[in-house]
């Protein structure tokens, strides 16, 4: 059974940093594409960034380009997503998303992390 | 890049049948969808994907009641003999070269 679980969110100050881990367990981690996707509270899902399965391309939404950095360790079978000099907007449940192996799109979820920025 | 469309809500009696669309924008009649399902403080689950020809490939354990169709740049999730637990959130996603699209999803209400 897929499963992906995320972990390291919490209340943060602006300005502050913070990262997120997610464990995936029940597939062959190393051969997937990789993403987080936010939702703020009460809005709709937003793509925040991929890597490849290697690691070696890795791609951003313009809103946190120079700010996030997505990051994988295939021997650990995990995610990470570090989040510096978070802005309030950045507040939203934050999910770790698996790719389908033969086409772009998501086909299994996280259960996700709350990130709250806030002073 | 590609823009969805979606209605904010829509709502169907108990038993009945809804079509849910998912618009492309203009250019993109031939892209690929997905559909996922957010039921009320729940992590998303993914539905199926979606080819611009009408065929569809559903995740696991995904009900024989759901079904996609595309006409154009239209995409479609049809939910029969709805129950109370398809009320949810429905948000179809895309993509183009290396971003990811999502639409702004449909709240569906099953009265």
């Known amino acids: 059974e897929v499963q992906l679980v995320e972990s390291g969110g919490g209340l943060v100050q602006p300005g502050g940093s913070l990262r997120l881990s997610c464990s995936a367990s029940g597939f062959s981690f190393s051969n997937y594409w990789m993403n987080w996707v936010r939702q703020a509270p009460g809005k709709g899902l937003e793509w925040v960034a991929k890597?490849?399965?290697?690691?070696?391309?890795?791609y951003y939404v313009e809103s946190v380009k120079g700010r996030f950095t997505i990051s994988r360790d295939n021997a650990r079978n995990s995610l990470y997503l570090q989040m510096n000099n978070l802005r309030v907007a950045d507040t939203a449940v934050y999910y770790c998303a698996r790719d389908s192996f033969s086409y772009t799109y998501v086909d299994y979820w996280g259960q996700g992390t709350l990130v709250t920025v806030s002073s | 890049q590609p823009v969805l469309t979606q209605s904010s809500s829509a709502s169907a009696s108990l038993g009945s049948s809804v079509k849910l669309t998912c618009a492309l924008s203009s250019g993109h009649s031939s892209h690929t969808i997905a559909w996922h399902q957010q039921q009320p403080e729940k992590a998303p689950r993914f539905l199926m994907r979606?080819?611009?020809?009408?065929?569809?490939n559903k995740g696991s354990g995904v009900p024989d009641r759901f079904s996609g169709s595309s006409s154009g740049t239209d995409r479609y999730l049809t939910i029969s003999n709805l129950q109370s637990e398809d009320e949810a959130d429905y948000y179809c996603e895309t993509w183009d070269s290396h971003t990811r699209v999502f639409g702004g999803g449909t709240k569906l209400t099953v009265l």
């Open positions: 979606l080819e611009g020809s009408g065929t569809y």
């Open positions: 890597i490849k399965q290697d690691g070696s391309d890795k």
